[in-house]
C-alpha cells in the first residue's frame, strides 16, 4: 500500500506529463492534421457571408468530412471598440452575449478564431483614424486596441487567432487602409498565437466596384468568394500546404470576361507562426 510521500510523487509524476503533453501539443499541432476543430469567425456585417463560403472551401478540401466547423459570432455595427473597451480590455455587450457564449462552446475541440475587424471608433469618432506611417500615436494606439481584443480572445478560449483588418471602404479612405499599419505593428510585438490575416483590403480593393453591393460599402457575392479564398489560403499557409487550383478557379463564377487578375499583394508580414 503507498504511503503518503510515495502518493504524492505519483501525483507530481502525472502532473509533469500532463503539462509536458500540452506543451507539446501547443507547439506541434497544425491545422489540417486530421482531428476536429472549431473555426470561429468574429466580425460584423462586412462578415455575413463568407463564413459559409469558407465551410464548403474547407469541406471540399478534406474530401467532404466536416473536420473543421466554422461557426459566426458576428453582429452588425461592431469593430473592436464595440466588441470590448479599448481602455481597458475589458468586453462590452456585444463579446458577452455572442462571442464568448461561442467560444465557450467550442471549449471541447482546438478553437481558431478568424476576425476580421477595424479600428473605428478606437480614436474617438467613427471617421478618425491613423493618417499615414507617421502617425506614430495612433498606430500604437490601434496597435494597443488590438493586443486587447487579442489577449482576450486568448483568455477565453481561442487556441490561434489569425487577425485581418477591414475590406476597402471608399468613403473612409485612407483611415480604413492605414489600420493594416497598426496590425502590422501589433504582429511585431509576438503575442504568442496571434498573426496576421489576409489582407482582404488590397484584395477587394483590387475588384472595386464590381466586389460590393449597390451602397459599395458591403461585399455582394464576388466581395464575399474573395474574402472566403483569402481566408482559406491563410489556413492552408499556416500549414505550408499549397493552394488547390479549383478553389482559386470559384472566383470566375462570378466575373464576367475578361477577368483581371488577382495580384496577390502582401502589405501585412505574417510574422512568426506560433502553433496552437
Not at 75 to 84: C, L, S
Not at 85 to 110: C, H, I, M, N, S
Not at 169 to 180: F, L, S
Not at 222 to 229: F, S, T
Request: hydrophobic share 40%.
Amino acid at each position: 500500500m503507498l504511503n503518503r510521500k510515495s502518493s504524492i510523487a505519483i501525483l507530481l509524476v502525472v502532473f509533469v506529463l500532463a503539462v509536458n503533453t500540452t506543451v507539446a501539443f501547443a507547439e506541434k499541432a497544425r491545422i489540417f492534421d486530421g482531428k476536429e476543430k472549431t473555426v470561429i469567425v468574429n466580425g460584423y456585417s462586412t462578415s455575413y457571408k463568407w463564413p459559409s463560403l469558407l465551410q464548403k472551401k474547407l469541406d471540399r478540401f478534406t474530401d467532404g468530412k466536416r473536420l473543421m466547423s466554422v461557426v459566426s459570432a458576428t453582429r452588425g455595427g461592431t469593430p473592436i471598440a464595440k466588441w470590448i473597451d479599448v481602455k481597458t480590455g475589458q468586453p462590452r455587450d456585444a463579446w458577452v452575449k455572442v462571442l464568448k457564449p461561442k467560444l465557450k462552446q467550442a471549449e471541447d475541440t482546438p478553437t481558431i478564431v478568424l476576425a476580421q475587424q477595424s479600428l473605428q471608433w478606437v480614436f474617438g469618432e467613427r471617421t478618425t483614424g491613423i493618417a499615414d506611417k507617421n502617425d506614430v500615436g495612433r498606430i500604437k494606439q490601434g496597435a494597443d486596441a488590438i493586443a486587447k481584443y487579442a489577449k482576450l480572445l486568448r483568455a477565453d478560449g481561442a487556441d490561434l487567432v489569425f487577425i485581418a483588418m477591414h475590406i476597402y471602404k471608399k468613403p473612409m479612405e485612407p483611415q480604413i487602409g492605414n489600420e493594416r499599419l497598426a496590425l502590422a505593428e501589433l504582429i511585431k510585438r509576438k503575442i504568442p498565437n496571434v498573426i496576421a490575416g489576409p489582407d482582404v483590403w488590397t484584395h477587394t480593393k483590387q475588384r472595386y466596384p464590381q466586389a460590393f453591393a449597390q451602397d459599395k460599402l458591403h461585399p455582394n457575392n464576388l466581395g464575399a468568394e474573395i474574402m472566403a479564398q483569402k481566408w482559406f489560403e491563410t489556413l492552408l499557409q499556416y500549414d505550408n500546404l499549397e493552394i488547390p487550383q479549383w478553389s482559386c478557379n470559384q472566383i470566375r463564377l462570378f466575373m464576367p470576361d475578361p477577368i483581371p487578375p488577382l495580384r496577390n499583394l502582401e502589405y501585412i508580414p505574417n510574422g512568426h507562426k506560433p502553433r496552437f
